[in-house]
């Protein structure tokens, strides 16, 4: 069984322009997660789908994050404009939903100049 | 807020001892799962306890979930190399939409 792909696997920009990850999760997964994990601590959800509809993005910096599960299918998760604070690794996670695991990709990580 | 404490944030020991990582909450849980993650992949599952006062085992790793679903322990006995990596706790709340909150992780290092 394939996991989940993510891409770019390293991205460097510079504050305040904008970049976008894909994911593209297991085939037959509903869930989708997104998260941010910065160095030193655990990851932190930002956003969850189940299919093409949001199920919580309480934690999301909607001011310059935003992300799209349009067909229900792969995903993607912008910044615009990117601060400094946002160099992390970025993970994304599927499941079949309820209390099926989670698998994770092997993330984006994002360093911010 | 992180909502669980992992202990101790670093860990360094020699091949062959044995180690126990925590990770405790003032809030309860009704799961809570342990991951090992190795530099430059994602986190990797290694077990789900559901029940208050559960124990797994898995070869050389114990894991214990506390009687009142707030805390949790993860043994290694007889430690290898290959078990160097970060550890990462995550609880899941009822009702939470199988969301998890993640420890801060217990990095590990066995040394040969």
């Known amino acids: 069984e394939a996991g989940v792909a993510q891409s770019p696997r390293y991205k460097i920009i510079e504050k305040r322009q904008s970049v976008a990850f894909w994911c593209n999760p297991i085939?037959?997964?509903?869930?989708l997660y997104w998260y941010q994990q910065i160095l030193g601590q655990g990851p932190k959800l930002l956003i969850q789908f189940q299919n093409n509809g949001v199920v919580d993005d309480s934690q999301l910096p909607k001011d310059r994050f935003s992300a799209e599960r349009l067909k229900g299918v792969d995903s993607t998760l912008k910044i615009q404009p990117a601060k400094l604070e946002d160099s992390a690794v970025y993970l994304c996670?599927?499941?079949?939903?309820?209390?099926?695991?989670?698998?994770f990709g092997d993330g984006t990580r994002l360093s911010i100049l | 807020t992180q909502l669980l404490e992992q202990s101790p944030q670093f860990l360094s020991i020699q091949e062959g001892e044995n180690l126990t990582v925590y990770c405790n909450s003032s809030s309860v849980f009704s799961s809570l799962q342990w991951y090992r993650q190795e530099p430059g992949e994602g986190p990797v599952l290694l077990v789900t306890v559901v029940t208050g006062g559960e124990v797994k085992k898995l070869k050389r790793l114990t894991f214990q979930f506390g009687d009142a679903r707030k805390d949790s322990s993860l043994h290694i006995t007889a430690a290898q190399p290959g078990d160097t990596g970060l550890y990462l706790c995550?609880?899941?709340?009822?009702?939470?939409?199988?969301?998890?909150?993640f420890g801060s992780g217990t990095q590990l290092t066995v040394l040969p």
């Open positions: 995550a609880g899941a709340r009822a009702g939470s939409a199988r969301q998890l909150t």
């Open positions: 996670a599927s499941s079949f939903g309820g209390v099926a695991p989670q698998h």
């Open positions: 085939s037959g997964h509903a869930t």
